[in-house]
């Protein structure tokens, strides 16, 4: 079924406003708050939206969310979720460690390496509609739940390390905060460090082949859904790993920004 989400949101407060739209073969009416983002794939037909249902104050107000090709996201300053350029510090890992003045990095600088993020309610996670779209689309057959905290993992400290050793999988990893905060860092084209903030309702995908580390942030907690395509595979190769395939598929297409890049195979943590 052809369909597409359309979201208009009012920019103060928590008042919603939601125009007509008409898809091919489905009509939705949905609402996002302004500082939500969503970025999922779409098909579609044609789509037309009227804004005729709101006042000319009402519409000063508002923004949109314009749909590009297979994918949609908020054009706004706040895109939900939170990347920097990483200083070279050897400090705890679990600190910011922000550039001074720090350098932000785009959703859509992080597509172009093959990383794609959507914001979901992690309170409804076990019934939510959306989570199960997203896993059929994207054939999550499988998933476990994983808590990083001192008091609950068996030998955390030496996990802890482990996560945060520089490393590749040969499949995509993909990841969703239940609860509390972490951070992913990853290489872009010129081996500098991004960091990623991660946080509940945030549901990443990290592709094959992309140098990588995981690390909680100084609250020292976080719960997280580990998602896969069939059965589970954990092997990680810590750097250096340049001679597998798939790492010289990273260097090429998962850089290019006009290259359809596999969200999924299976994934690891």
């Not at 037309?48 to 994918?71: D, H, I, K, N, W």
């Not at 939900?80 to 959703?107: I, T």
């Not at 990853?186 to 990588?212: C, F, N, Q, S």
Request: hydrophobic share 35%.
């Amino acid at each position: 079924m052809d369909f597409v989400n359309i979201f208009l949101g009012k920019n103060n407060n928590l008042e919603m406003f939601s125009p007509e739209l008409l898809s091919g073969t489905r009509m939705q009416h949905r609402t996002l708050r302004s500082d939500w983002s969503h970025s999922r794939k779409f098909s579609y037909s044609h789509v037309t939206c009227s804004r005729s249902t709101l006042s000319p104050a009402q519409r000063e107000s508002t923004r949109y969310l314009f749909v590009f090709g297979s994918s949609a996201r908020v054009l706004g300053p706040n895109m939900g979720l939170e990347a920097w350029y990483m200083d070279s510090s050897d400090d705890d890992q679990r600190k910011p460690h922000r550039l001074n003045p720090n350098v932000s990095v785009s959703l859509d600088e992080l597509r172009k390496l093959g990383v794609f993020h959507w914001k979901l309610n992690a309170d409804v996670y076990e019934t939510d509609p959306e989570l199960e779209q997203i896993r059929k689309e994207q054939g999550y057959s499988y998933m476990d739940i994983i808590t990083i905290h001192k008091d609950t993992l068996p030998n955390y400290e030496e996990k802890v390390k482990v996560f945060y050793e520089e490393h590749l999988h040969l499949d995509d990893e993909i990841r969703y905060i239940l609860d509390g905060q972490a951070y992913f860092d990853v290489r872009d084209e010129k081996d500098r460090w991004i960091r990623i903030a991660m946080e509940k309702g945030d549901l990443i995908t990290l592709p094959a082949g992309i140098y990588h580390r995981f690390t909680l942030d100084e609250t020292n907690y976080v719960k997280a859904m580990r998602l896969f395509v069939g059965e589970p595979v954990w092997k990680a190769y810590n750097r250096p790993a340049d001679d597998f395939h798939i790492r010289q598929n990273q260097n090429t297409s998962g850089l290019n920004p006009s290259a359809t890049h596999r969200l999924v195979h299976r994934s690891q943590v």
